[in-house]
Each structure stands twice: as structure tokens, then as C-alpha cells.
């Protein structure tokens, strides 16, 4: 298998792709829990060789065994799936960040999009931020050009953070005349490994920008759910609670936009704390 395999060629309807990686700017799991839903059961139309990619010792295989026989070895891996919409098709790329190669593994993206005749491309994530889960989780925009951001929707001044595979991939799209954006959603810096209401904020952002229908309704229990578990949580704990009450008076007073400095020291934080 060569760096990429090709499975489907196309036609495809006023395609649109989108990136969703497990790396750092996936907190609360927010980009694949959206790439979840529309991937689910999709075909395959392309997929990136893993041995070009991912150091193993990092992101190790899973290995079955069975009555002491070993099975089967799934291998960590890079997918493009297609998602039918009624009126244009998404091909979704997803899975963990890779470790190496990700120049080239843009300039093959950005060969394919092209090849596809993709009409824009859309990378969604996940960054932390002081912000409450009790209120509606917002989103973020970056994009290729100043015309694709909507006021009030992108941080303020120079925004400098440490690289994501998602945003290079974006960078070498870009590059190959593919209008770009980017939707980021804001996680409470103090929930888990997953938040699923801001995965239900990115597929609506989709939603609202491309005037298409997604499947938002297959997350909605499990985010009440996790709301629940959180009220709990908060409860239980007074310094906890009394932080959530600060981020709930910081957001109903929408003070100002958000600084790059602000949510570069916010990255910063929650990167020393993964570490």
C-alpha cells in the first residue's frame, strides 16, 4: 500500500471535506464525537497507510485474542468517509493525529480535494476555555480569508499556539486555491475527556454554514446526560461550584472578545496539564 489508497475516485456533489483529529485541540472530545455521527456506517473513500504515520509505540495496534489465539490486529488509521447529505456530499477525514509526515500528508489531502473538486473545506475542533457548562457552548471561526469570518466570531490580535495536524492540513488546502474555515467550540477547561454538547455545537455550525441537515439528534441524550453528571459533580464540590458561577457571570455579561493572548495562555495551561 502506497502512502495513500484511493478507493473512490468520485463523482461527488458539491463536495465538501471535513477534518476532525484526536489531538490536542479535540478537548472534550468535541471534533470526534462530531465526526462520529457522520461517519458512522459511511464508505470509505480513501485511507492513509498508518506506517507513514503513526509511531506505534504512541498509538499502539489493538490485538485480539481469542481462547488464546490472536485474531485479528486493528491498526490505528486515517480515513476519508463519505457522508450523503440531500444536497451535497461531506467527505469526512478523522482518526488520531498522526505523529509524522504531516507536510505530506497535506500536500496528498490537498492533491485529493482537488481531484474531488472540493468547493471549501472544514476543520472543527475542540479548545478549552473558562466557560461554564451550564450555558450554550460557543464557537470560534478561523478561515483562509477575512470575508469568511463572521464579526465577533474569532479571536482578537495575533493568536500564537502550538501546531495541530488539523490546522496544517488546512494550511496546504488553503494553499491549492480551497477556501477554508475552521470552527473551534469552547470547552469548560474543567470537564473530562468528553463534552458532547460542543460536538452538538460544531454539527450545527456545520449546519448553519453549508444549509444542510446533519444527525445532531443522535448526540442529544448523551449530552443531557453528561449535563446531569456535571450538576452532580458541582454540587458535590464548593470550590468547583464557585467557579462555575464565575464563568456563568463572565459569559451572561459577554465581556468583550476574546484575546488571542487570553485563549494562548488558556491553551497553554490545559497543555502543561495533559503533559
Same mark, same amino acid.
Given at each position: 500500500m502506497d502512502f495513500v489508497d484511493l478507493v473512490d475516485i468520485g463523482p461527488f456533489r458539491d463536495p465538501v471535506t471535513v477534518v476532525a483529529l484526536d489531538g490536542w485541540v479535540n478537548a472534550g472530545s468535541a471534533a470526534t464525537l462530531a465526526a462520529s455521527v457522520l461517519v458512522e456506517e459511511a464508505a470509505v473513500v480513501a485511507r492513509f497507510n498508518g506506517d507513514y504515520l503513526f509511531d506505534y509505540r504512541m498509538s499502539r495496534p489493538v490485538i485480539d485474542f481469542v481462547e488464546g489465539v490472536i485474531e485479528q490486529v486493528e491498526w490505528p488509521e &486515517?480515513? *476519508?468517509? &463519505?457522508? $450523503?447529505? %440531500? +444536497? $451535497? +456530499? /461531506? &467527505? *469526512? /477525514?478523522?482518526?488520531?493525529? %498522526?505523529? =509524522?509526515? =504531516?507536510q505530506r500528508l497535506g500536500e496528498e489531502f490537498a492533491r485529493l480535494a482537488t481531484a474531488w473538486e472540493v468547493q471549501e473545506h472544514i476543520s472543527i475542533g475542540g479548545v478549552p476555555w473558562a466557560a461554564p457548562h451550564t450555558r450554550p457552548v460557543s464557537v470560534m471561526t478561523t478561515a483562509s480569508s477575512p470575508e469568511r469570518v463572521p464579526d465577533g466570531e474569532h479571536p482578537a490580535g495575533l493568536l500564537r499556539v502550538p501546531g495541530a495536524a488539523v490546522s496544517a492540513l488546512e494550511w496546504k488546502v488553503s494553499k491549492a486555491g480551497i477556501p477554508t474555515s475552521g470552527f473551534w467550540a469552547r470547552v469548560p477547561n474543567y470537564v473530562g475527556s468528553s463534552f458532547t454538547a460542543a460536538a452538538i455545537a460544531l454539527l450545527r455550525r456545520i449546519e448553519r454554514h453549508l444549509q444542510i441537515p446533519l444527525p445532531v439528534a443522535d448526540l442529544e441524550d448523551e449530552a443531557r446526560d453528561e449535563a446531569q453528571q456535571l450538576d452532580d459533580a458541582v454540587q458535590s464540590r464548593p470550590d468547583v461550584k464557585t467557579m462555575v458561577e464565575q464563568f456563568e457571570q463572565m459569559y451572561d455579561a459577554q465581556i468583550g472578545a476574546v484575546s488571542g493572548e487570553d485563549l494562548a495562555s488558556e491553551i497553554e495551561k490545559f497543555l502543561r496539564d495533559q503533559g
Open positions: &486515517l480515513t *476519508v468517509r &463519505l457522508h $450523503r447529505t %440531500p +444536497d $451535497r +456530499d /461531506l &467527505l *469526512v /477525514l478523522s482518526g488520531i493525529e %498522526p505523529n =509524522w509526515h =504531516w
